[in-house]
């Protein structure tokens, strides 16, 4: 495996909202390799979006983490002053592109000067004491834009957002996003109201521009079939836990947990024409009425005893592999017991 | 072969932009929206026909014209030997008990201020009421909760209590509440998670086979259509570029524009990334379409003919259709 960019570990996440505590993420920890590219996938409200917003300190004030550490090359960015990450961190060194294009732009200002802002800010930060001002950026913008495959990008930098459509809008974000001093990318979501052919031309996009660079992406989606083409590794995320974590073509084509397998089926790509699909019943728990033990065991087919009783430990199946399920699937005992 | 339930002839709905007193004042010319433009295509009783294509390629048009939800500019649709285009009011109510649609928003066509009983009620009373009691009523909506697999207790709730997945079930057993024999279902499963949404496909599949529906399957998700339908046809800029069996149109994919679309289609396989074709550009606007073909523009295999000649749709055999020069002999 590649040096380590990011290493997290044991991240507990709440949110306080009132009388109502909910657990967003639970000691959750992976690492990410230099120029690799990591998918996280699970249903809505399972914490992805949360496990994002915490690498680029960007939560609600609602949110509290209660311990772990996110070490970026080396510091850990929960212990850094908020200074400092504003100086060298965010949308330097990481940066994220967010859920929705139409949102993630200012409506009243061009793409000019939205684009020119960011380079500016960074080379205040980079060089302080510079005294370039946003316009001696325009040219670099240019050639952002340019690289995002934007056509004529000359003549649409003037352009107001509404003039763009969705998927050059999205264009216009990653080219934000993605820099040369950018290491690690934070996708949340970032095809998810786009068309299939402009779907596949940003995710050409993203993991061009990140090999490229050398950038490392943590791409965060529901979609599996997408992870299948663009991701290295997956870690599927079930309720604020890592559920199953390896290698993507380990974790897709030899799922071990229960609910990797179950969302898995419940694709039609896999059925043939008039097969049912196996869907899974009940809904995610609300974060704040989570059940005992493995938060999964309601709607899962193999749910034992000891399920309802204990939290299942992430534990590594095979090589590079790991599983949070007391139930060994394949061979039909306690994987837990076993090791 | 089973009969056809709709047949659809040369359908053309044009939105007009600049129509205002405004833009007549300032001088600025009318703009034509060619929406749906000359679209023909036949759907078999009790069959799933798929209709996909990007967004902007007009096939919501499409279905809300087939109820003229939209009022088309030209062209026929035959609904069991009558066109619908043709009907006055009295008759059009009667069809649109026979067709209903599953809208694309799954709470915004919930009215938030009625309860899902009265909500699935509303057709039984508009259509029914005055033959039938109270108590029948809430009778039938019972049963219709329970055919889609919503607890009875539901029809006391509001929309806002109820999730997707939920919302979903109520659009559904409002849409069947009068014994269609045709749906249209617009995006059905847009904005659910993988494992609700193979729930409501389960429910749509056991629901026509129960009730020997027909659907009109509107989506931009291919492999779902793949899944569900029997017969599809893919649109781009308002016409349809290639329609057939939907096994043929997958497995052959004529038009270059299909044979872009499919394979960009994410797929969970393990084994290998595939190399795909990748489509530069983005649609045109329908407004200012271009000459001839109209996917020219964006065509990997264009050539001269292309600018000058628009391509009619051709028989490719069996029932496989496409609209493009590539496949004209001559």
Redesign the interface.
């Known amino acids: 495996m590649s040096e380590p960019l990011l290493e997290v570990s044991n991240l507990t996440l709440d949110y306080n909202l009132g009388s109502r505590k909910m657990r967003a993420l639970d000691r959750i920890s992976f690492t990410l390799g230099k120029g690799q590219v990591m998918g996280v996938a699970g249903e809505s409200g399972c914490g992805k979006s949360s496990l994002g917003l915490s690498i680029i300190g960007l939560l609600p004030t609602v949110a509290e983490i209660k311990r772990g550490e996110i070490v970026f090359n080396g510091i850990d960015l929960l212990k850094l002053p908020e200074a400092e990450m504003d100086k060298e961190i965010r949308g330097q060194k990481i940066t994220m592109i967010f859920h929705n294009p139409q949102n993630a732009l200012n409506p009243v200002f061009t793409i000019e000067t939205q684009m020119t802002d960011i380079l500016c800010v960074q080379d205040k930060y980079r060089n302080p004491g510079s005294r370039k001002r946003r316009q001696d950026f325009k040219r670099q913008a240019i050639e952002r834009l340019k690289s995002t495959g934007i056509a004529d990008p000359d003549a649409r930098i003037s352009n107001y957002p509404f003039e763009f459509s969705g998927g050059m809008k999205q264009r216009v974000i990653i080219g934000m996003a993605l820099s040369s001093g950018t290491s690690l990318l934070l996708a949340d979501e970032a095809t998810t109201a786009l068309d299939v052919t402009i779907e596949a031309q940003i995710n050409r996009l993203i993991t061009e521009l990140a090999a490229e660079y050398g950038t490392s992406v943590l791409y965060i989606t529901h979609n599996l079939a997408v992870l299948s083409e663009i991701s290295d590794r997956i870690m599927i995320m079930y309720a604020g836990r890592v559920f199953e974590m390896g290698w993507t073509e380990s974790v897709l084509g030899d799922p071990w947990h229960p609910y990797s397998a179950a969302l898995l089926e419940s694709l039609p790509g896999r059925q043939p024409r008039g097969k049912r699909l196996h869907s899974i019943p009940g809904y995610v728990p609300p974060l704040d009425q989570l059940p005992r033990g493995c938060s999964f065991h309601p709607r899962c087919r193999f749910a034992e005893d000891i399920c309802r009783r204990q939290v299942p430990p992430l534990i590594e199946v095979s090589s590079e592999h790991w599983s949070a399920c007391f139930l060994d699937q394949k061979r039909g005992r306690d994987t837990w017991q076993r090791i | 072969m089973a009969e056809d339930l709709i047949r659809i002839r040369n359908l053309k709905t044009h939105f007009y932009q600049g129509k205002g007193l405004l833009s007549r004042v300032f001088g600025q010319g009318l703009k034509i929206v060619h929406a749906v433009d000359g679209v023909s295509l036949s759907i078999k009783k009790g069959s799933t026909f798929g209709l996909v294509g990007?967004?902007g390629c007009g096939k919501s048009t499409l279905g809300k014209t087939i109820f003229r939800l939209v009022e088309p500019l030209e062209g026929e649709i035959i609904f069991e030997g009558r066109d619908v285009v043709k009907m006055n009011q009295k008759d059009l109510r009667e069809f649109r008990q026979k067709a209903q649609i599953i809208f694309q928003d799954h709470f915004g066509c919930l009215n938030p201020r009625m309860t899902a009983g009265q909500i699935v009620a509303e057709p039984l009373i508009m259509c029914r009421g005055k033959q039938v009691s109270q108590r029948s009523i809430e009778h039938e909506v019972v049963r219709l909760l329970r055919a889609v697999n919503l607890d009875p207790d539901a029809a006391v709730k509001f929309p806002n209590e109820f999730?997707g997945?939920q919302a979903r079930r109520i659009g559904v057993a409002r849409a069947i509440a009068l014994n269609p024999i045709f749906i249209m279902a617009d995006e059905p499963t847009s904005g659910l998670?993988?494992?609700?949404?193979?729930?409501i496909?389960?429910l749509m599949?056991d629901l026509q086979d129960k009730m020997n529906i027909t659907y009109l399957w509107v989506s931009?998700n291919?492999?779902?259509v793949?899944?569900?339908s029997d017969d599809m046809a893919v649109m781009y800029l308002g016409k349809v570029v290639e329609m057939g069996r939907?096994?043929e149109v997958f497995n052959k994919m004529a038009h270059p524009y299909t044979q872009?679309?499919i394979p960009?289609?994410?797929?969970?396989?393990?084994?290998q990334?595939k190399q795909?074709i990748?489509?530069k550009?983005?649609i045109p606007s329908p407004i200012n379409p271009p000459s001839g073909c109209y996917f020219r523009t964006r065509c990997p295999q264009v050539f001269k003919r292309c600018e000058r000649e628009e391509p009619p749709l051709l028989d490719l055999g069996g029932g496989h259709f496409c609209a493009c020069h590539l496949y004209d002999g001559h």
Request: charged letters at 20%; proline letters at 3%.
């Open positions: 990007e967004s999730s997945g998670d993988i494992s609700t949404a193979a729930t496909l389960n599949q931009h291919l492999t779902q793949k899944y569900m939907t096994s872009a679309l960009a289609v994410p797929r969970v396989s393990s084994k990334r795909t990748l489509l550009g983005e």
